[in-house]
């Protein structure tokens, strides 16, 4: 069992940064691969970003391709989101999620492949 839990959300005017985060309770983090997802506001729930449970590969959303990065620290028990060159866009609630069935080198990018989510934190972008 893993919980999680977000924080970092805000609002922010467009081209400015943000940082999320996402700590993991439980001694097996290391075990998972880590995704994040947003939902924008009447639309379904898209991947974001993820990395690997291994070797730290990535995996991103064209959309956002160059300008988040996603990040793990095991010794923590974190994963983190930054966020740069923010667009209007970009305003959902983003979650993140961990994967405990991923391979070692694998960059899950579906909902259903996941089985553990955070509560959400909300990102506002304004133009």
């Known amino acids: 069992q893993v919980q999680l839990v977000e924080s970092g959300g805000g609002l922010v005017q467009a081209g400015g940064s943000l940082r999320l985060s996402c700590a993991a309770s439980?001694?097996?983090?290391?075990?998972?691969?880590m995704g994040w997802f947003r939902q924008a506001p009447g639309k379904e729930r898209e991947f974001v970003a993820t990395?690997?449970?291994?070797?730290?590969?990535?995996y991103y959303a064209d959309s956002v391709k160059g300008r988040f990065t996603v990040s793990r620290d095991n010794a923590k028990n974190t994963v983190y989101l930054q966020m740069n060159s923010l667009k209007p866009e970009d305003t959902a609630v983003y979650y993140c999620?961990?994967?405990?069935?991923?391979?070692?080198?694998?960059?899950?990018?579906?909902?259903?492949?996941?089985?553990?989510w955070g509560q959400g934190t909300q990102v506002t972008v304004s133009s």
């Open positions: 999620a961990a994967d405990g069935s991923a391979g070692y080198w694998y960059t899950p990018s579906e909902e259903s492949e996941y089985n553990y």
């Open positions: 439980g001694r097996t983090f290391s075990m998972y691969a």
């Open positions: 990395i690997t449970r291994g070797d730290g590969r990535t």
